[in-house]
């Protein structure tokens, strides 16, 4: 039975792909046979023809994963926007059964994945009345449970609260929160992750300096952040 993850943040640009590459990378090191998937990507490269889902390729290449990068994405597009609105100026419709479908390929490969979302929790695939597809029913739909991802800087105690709340009030179980580009130094910083414990009732799992290569968490706290799925 595979197990799996799903890696959200406070909003977009907070670490999402860094943190997952670390995530990832760790598990491999520690002997497991880890994977990674994202349902939807914007702002994919174009390099000799081919477009280049970036998020992915940075995970594959950090984890040390031979697979293209195409293979981990369902929806890959150049647009540099939100997937509902790229989808629209591609002319595609996102749909919740091919990240489905693409999903179990990659659970029959791998013992465990983390799965990447795109944006903040609320970030929309699809706002066709009729078709409505929110990052929080795609994760619903893989059945998993979430790590926050946030940074310590300031804002970040009401970004971080209002995340979880919301993750919390559709029904999803949020295991963790990685505070990202962290520094144990500075006073303010180190008060907002106590606060951010103390409102969320959440722990910090871990915390990641800036340019970090390893994740500083034990073989024991990263295997009880995965579900089985």
């Known amino acids: 039975m595979t197990k799996g993850i799903f890696i959200t943040a406070t909003g977009t640009d907070v670490g999402k792909t860094y943190i997952s590459a670390l995530l990832v990378k760790k598990m491999r090191d520690l002997g497991y046979n880890c994977g990674y998937f994202k349902p939807a990507l914007s702002g994919a490269e174009e390099i000799n023809g ?18 293209k990068p195409q293979d981990v994405a369902s929806y890959i597009f150049k647009t540099a926007v939100s997937p509902h609105l790229a989808a629209e100026i591609e002319g595609v419709t996102i749909q919740e059964n091919k990240i489905k479908k693409d999903f179990e390929v990659l659970k029959q490969e791998f013992d465990y994945i ?42 970040s105690i009401n970004a971080t609260v209002l995340t979880t709340e919301y993750i919390k009030s559709q029904g999803i179980n949020v295991r963790g929160i990685i505070l990202n580009n962290y520094n144990p130094n500075d006073f303010m910083e180190v008060d907002n992750k106590n606060q951010i414990e103390y409102l969320s009732g959440i722990n910090v799992i871990t915390e990641v300096s800036i340019n970090e290569k390893d994740l500083n968490i034990t073989e024991e706290k ?8």
């Open 114 to 155: 983390i799965v990447e979302g795109a944006g903040g929790i609320i970030c929309p695939f699809n706002l066709d009345k009729n078709n409505q597809l929110l990052l929080s029913d795609v994760i619903k739909s893989l059945d998993l449970d979430v790590i926050v991802v946030a940074t310590a800087k300031l804002g």
């Open 50 to 67: 081919e477009i280049i889902p970036g998020d992915c390729a940075y995970v594959l290449k950090t984890a040390g994963i031979n697979k």
């Open 222 to 229: 990263l295997l009880s952040i995965f579900k089985e799925i």
